[in-house]
């Protein structure tokens, strides 16, 4: 799995040099999902996309976000998301151009109760524990206090959460 690991790396290296080439001033990225899983040494789950969050980034970093090959930009207002998953969010320091962070353990969990599918499942059970319980309560109350988020994304999620919370004793 340490080469999974190595390549997920080596792409977004290779992003940095697109990057710096084109003069594309450096930016933040905020990863959740299999790769940051993979990234943040969360699980060794087999995954080479990565999932970030659309931070209205300008068109000119689309030759950048190339370098991924399979990637998902998601929009916050459709994403499973506390309003304060930045202040919990880990930087990866071993890159020097891009500010890479991935999300704490606890954000991706909450991030993966609107499907619950086996993959999901089988990631949190691996997540669930190193996770802190009361702090993913947190976070699912601050989920569902956001106004922005899409009401049908919201209505999916609490739809879900007896089931995760029976599963998980959270």
Not at 12 to 17: A, G, L, R, S, T
Not at 126 to 144: F, G, H, M, P
Not at 155 to 169: D, H, M, S, T, V
Request: hydrophobic letters at 40%.
């Amino acid at each position: 799995m340490l080469e999974l690991k190595k390549q997920l790396e080596d792409k977004i290296y290779d992003m940095e040099k697109v990057a710096q080439v084109f003069n594309v001033e450096p930016f933040e990225l905020y990863l959740l999902g299999g790769s940051a899983c993979v990234l943040g040494g969360y699980t060794v789950r087999a995954t080479r996309d990565f999932d970030f969050i659309d931070l209205q980034y300008p068109a000119n970093l689309g030759k950048v976000f190339v370098q991924l090959r399979d990637f998902d930009m998601l929009e916050y207002e459709s994403t499973i998301l506390s309003p304060r998953y930045r202040e919990r969010a880990r930087k990866l320091d071993i890159f020097n151009y891009i500010h890479v962070f991935i999300l704490s353990v606890e954000d991706i969990i909450v991030s993966k109760i609107i499907r619950l599918g086996s993959k999901d499942i089988e990631d949190i059970d691996s997540l669930i524990l190193q996770a802190d319980k009361d702090l993913i309560n947190q976070i699912i109350d601050e989920v569902l206090s956001r106004e922005d988020l899409f009401q049908s994304k919201k209505k999916a999620f609490i739809e879900q959460l007896p089931r995760f919370k029976e599963r998980y004793n959270v």
